[in-house]
């Protein structure tokens, strides 16, 4: 019990250091490029928190959520762009907008298990990528929207540099861990991972498995979109390319890396990914002179291959793993020169 206690208070104080860390960063590193890298990290952490409750938690995968993502940033570009619309209402319609997508989609889809599952996402993925291409009259086709997206703003305090916007972005995705954090630990929480144990025993045991797949699977959708719409309005501009199959794969990769059954793992995927994809654009070029983009691609890969294979459950998982290791050998040497 007194462990127990121990290790929840090593939690809390870990996690306090943390978001501390977080909210003076800007303050730290003053270099626009580098806090606009922060800004996106934030972002990108939103989504990667979703698409880790429905799959470290749910067991469900996706492959098309850069779709969401792309639906959240259209609905509020082209609300605010060309109909003028609030862009707090617009990102709240995106939100609810693309739930209620996810929410009818999901009905059919989740009838569907295992590889067809992945299929299917990844074909909802790629249909919504071909309408932002092809619906050229509302969404401007491959050029992007050709009105300028709004900044976001509080009254008259403009969110319109890295430095504002890099508060909103983070409190958003630390309030998205809060929330995903209560759902792991409520009713909802434990019925996800009996489905991910065994959706067969789960359903034996009278978990309704359907209603709790779709529930996480449009509540992961929801934040996509937030996310979405919050790179609408700090890039001010959008076209398709972002919202593409590369980009869902790249989601993925960050869930992976950072650890699917942890709810603060996104961070770290997502900070791990992102700085070795932005690395590899200074790196490469200096060792291989007139390399192509070939060469960062397979660097890239060789390094997420290394990682998984030395902490195939993840970065956190894998540090608490070392961690523990640590503090065990060290407990059992302080017993062997006790008896000594």
């Not at 809390?12 to 800007?26: D, G």
């Not at 050229?136 to 890295?162: A, C, H, M, Q, W």
């Not at 045991?205 to 992961?220: A, E, I, P, R």
């Not at 993925?252 to 950072?258: I, Y």
Request: proline content about 3%.
């Amino acid at each position: 019990m007194e462990d127990l206690k121990r290790r929840k208070r090593l939690r809390h104080s870990l996690i306090a250091l943390f978001t501390v860390i977080i909210f003076i960063l800007p303050f730290i590193i003053t270099n626009n490029y580098y806090r606009s890298v922060l800004v996106i990290i934030g972002i990108y952490t939103t989504v990667v928190v979703g698409l880790c409750l429905l799959m470290g938690y749910a067991g469900q995968i996706s492959l098309g959520h850069a779709g969401f993502y792309g639906l959240g940033a259209y609905v509020s570009g082209v609300l605010t762009s060309t109909y003028d619309v609030s862009p707090w209402i617009a990102i709240l319609l995106g939100a609810v907008g693309t739930g209620l997508v996810a929410y009818i989609i999901g009905i059919p889809i989740f009838r569907l298990q295992g590889h067809y599952l992945a299929l299917a996402t990844l074909g909802l993925g790629l249909i919504i990528h071909v309408v932002m291409m092809e619906e050229v009259d509302i969404t401007g086709g491959p050029s992007g929207l050709t009105k300028s997206i709004p900044y976001l703003s509080i009254g008259r305090f403009e969110l319109n540099t890295d430095f504002k916007y890099y508060f909103l972005v983070w409190i958003v995705a630390l309030a998205a861990i809060i929330l995903a954090n209560n759902v792991v630990h409520s009713r909802i929480g434990r019925a996800l991972r009996s489905v991910h144990g065994s959706e067969f025993a789960a359903q034996s045991l009278g978990v309704d498995t359907g209603k709790y797949k779709l529930q996480v699977f449009t509540l992961s959708a929801i934040y996509a979109s937030v996310a979405g719409s919050l790179y609408a309005h700090y890039i001010t501009f959008i076209s398709p390319s972002p919202f593409g199959l590369m980009t869902s794969i790249q989601f993925l990769v960050m869930a992976v890396v950072g650890g699917l059954a942890s709810i603060w793992g996104p961070i770290f995927g997502v900070t791990a990914i992102t700085l070795l994809t932005e690395g590899l654009k200074y790196i490469v070029p200096k060792m291989i002179p007139q390399a192509g983009g070939e060469y960062e691609i397979v660097v890239y890969g060789v390094i997420l291959v290394i990682i998984m294979i030395f902490l195939p459950e993840g970065i956190t998982s894998g540090i608490v793993n070392i961690y523990e290791g640590w503090r065990h050998r060290k407990e059992l040497a302080d017993v062997t020169s006790g008896d000594k």
